[in-house]
């Protein structure tokens, strides 16, 4: 931070593109100490968070910490440590009943449940569309055979990279952005509030 006030930048500009909880953090130039005051979890147990990479704080410590560092939403999932969780609950969202699966996901993210179904139901809709072509295709002549393992490979490819596609199923309804302020932060800012 002492390099960024000699240059006369901010500390994210300096750290590029900030990946981790402390990243996050001194990219928006806030001591440890302060945000941790500021999002009402004990300085200490802040930072062993910090240090650890395991955040434990409840959900009210979360939206504050999302409305505090202006997390977008993958960021939020990242420092928490819910991204790994996140993405099995979506594979397991489009390979099965997406149904059963909002209410967990929902409690992952600072997200209306309306709207995880939402997206719940495009991404199961558009994996289904790419396998079921692989059950349609007469594999007897050789370009049946071909273009059923296309079709299969793009089923895998989708389900690799599932969080990418359920959070571009947020953003184009303006529920997520990397950059400035996003809708949820009002939703975010009411909640931590409520409490």
Do not use: N
Request: glycine share 8%; proline share 6%; with cysteine.
């Amino acid at each position: 931070m002492a390099l960024a006030g000699a240059l006369w930048c901010s500390p994210g500009e300096l750290l590029g593109a900030p990946g981790t909880l402390r990243e996050h953090r001194m990219a928006r130039g806030v001591a440890p100490t302060d945000l941790a005051l500021r999002i009402g979890m004990d300085p200490a147990a802040y930072e062993r968070a910090e240090r650890t990479g395991r955040w434990t704080g409840d959900d009210r410590q979360t939206a504050a910490l999302t409305e505090a560092l202006e997390l977008p939403l993958p960021a939020v999932t990242e420092v928490t440590g819910r991204a790994d969780a996140l993405a099995e609950l979506l594979r397991r969202a489009v390979t099965t009943r997406w149904q059963a699966y909002v209410k967990p996901v929902a409690k992952l993210l600072p997200v209306p449940r309306k709207q995880v179904a939402e997206a719940l139901r495009e991404l199961h809709s558009d994996y289904q569309s790419r396998m079921v072509a692989t059950l349609t295709w007469d594999t007897g002549t050789s370009t049946g055979a071909g273009a059923a393992g296309e079709a299969g490979e793009a089923g895998h490819a989708f389900l690799d990279d599932v969080p990418a596609h359920f959070w571009a199923r947020l953003s184009p309804r303006g529920r997520h952005s990397a950059h400035g302020a996003r809708p949820e932060q009002a939703r975010l800012s009411r909640r931590v509030h409520a409490y």
